[in-house]
């Protein structure tokens, strides 16, 4: 089984960019836009590691999701 991976980064581009590099490991890598989506995909399949941009748009920001 490969390993999951959660990016949850706004920037769409570094997003992609992020994701590719680690599909190209072989790894799974889901994407979440914001920190909302972020907490959506942890609770419905908890991910091996997550990549979390602090600086989230203003509704929550990476330290919230944490929380």
Do not use: M
């Given at each position: 089984m490969?390993?999951?991976?959660?990016?949850?980064?706004?920037e769409k581009a570094i997003a992609a960019?992020?994701?590719t590099a680690l599909e190209r490991?072989?790894?799974?890598?889901?994407?979440?836009?914001?920190?909302a989506a972020?907490?959506?995909?942890?609770?419905?399949?908890?991910p091996d590691l997550i990549l979390l941009d602090l600086m989230l748009t203003p509704e929550m920001d990476g330290f919230e999701v944490t929380k």
């Open positions: 490969s390993e999951q991976i959660l990016v949850v980064e706004d960019f992020v994701q490991e072989g790894l799974v890598v889901q994407v979440a836009n914001d920190g972020a907490l959506a995909h942890i609770r419905a399949s908890p």
